[in-house]
């Protein structure tokens, strides 16, 4: 596939996720950038626009871009800002994250996934801006805690407490709730020291948060 093939289908996906409904136009410049085609293997790049999740390695997936984009509206994010992202799988949200100036901390559980990530990540953004961690997300990464956001990209059969605690205040969780098939997207803001506002919003489905403060698996 030409690299002329690539640009013309990332505009087109651009313009796909406007028709959706997203509107923050610093979202959709990233996903005018990020070349998703690189996150997946080479059997489903030429179906790397199309707004759809696709398989990755160790039954997992790359989420699809209107779910990416929706989730990474609703951290409203600002440059400069650092986010944690747990379930860093193919890498593409974070990528999409670093593209918007922010600094990714992102931890994933499949060393296999961890490792091609970080490659293509460290390919795609030199410098510092993304730090990836290979073990369990349920339990956060308390050594760069308080995070002006928080983005859980697998489903949780509850909020992990730890999450709570290293979210900074006015910062987002962003995160789906429910069973191991299908949840809820929640927004929890954290208020301030103590108080902490939940918004459910709508239905989703993701692969499981595996972990201490997820559910239990191999
Ligand atoms: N954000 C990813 C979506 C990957 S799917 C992307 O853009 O491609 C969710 C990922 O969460 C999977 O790779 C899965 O292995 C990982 N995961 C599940 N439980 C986890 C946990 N407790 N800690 C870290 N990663 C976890």
């Given at each position: 596939m030409s690299r002329h093939f690539y640009t013309e289908a990332r505009s087109g996906l651009v313009q796909i996720l406007r028709e959706r409904g997203i509107t923050n136009e610093a979202v959709l410049q990233?996903?005018?950038?990020?070349?998703?085609?690189?996150?997946?293997?080479?059997?489903?790049?030429?179906?790397?626009?199309?707004?759809?999740?696709?398989?990755i390695d160790k039954h997992q997936t790359i989420s699809q871009p209107y779910t990416v984009a929706r989730m990474t509206e609703l951290l409203e994010v600002k440059p400069g800002h650092s986010i944690l992202e747990i379930?860093?799988?193919?890498?593409?949200?974070?990528?999409?994250?670093?593209?918007?100036?922010?600094?990714?901390?992102?931890?994933?559980?499949?060393f296999e996934l961890y490792n091609a990530a970080r490659s293509i990540l460290k390919e795609l953004f030199q410098g510092t801006s993304i730090q990836c961690r290979f073990g369990d997300?349920?339990?956060?990464?308390?050594?760069?805690?308080?995070?002006d956001g928080i983005i859980v990209t697998a489903g949780a059969p509850e909020i992990p407490d730890a999450l709570l605690k290293q979210l900074s205040i006015g910062g987002h969780l962003i995160i789906p709730v429910g069973s191991e098939k299908s949840q809820v997207m929640h927004c929890v803001v954290r208020e301030d020291e103590n108080n902490y506002a939940d918004y459910p919003l709508e239905d989703v489905s993701f692969v499981p948060l595996i972990g201490k403060q997820g559910w239990s698996g191999i």
């Open positions: 990233a996903f005018g950038s990020v070349p998703r085609e690189q996150f997946v293997s080479d059997p489903f790049k030429q179906r790397a626009y199309e707004d759809i999740a696709l398989p379930g860093t799988g193919s890498g593409y949200q974070a990528a999409i994250l670093a593209e918007m100036g922010v600094t990714v901390y992102t931890i994933e559980r499949h997300g349920t339990i956060g990464w308390s050594e760069y805690a308080p995070y």
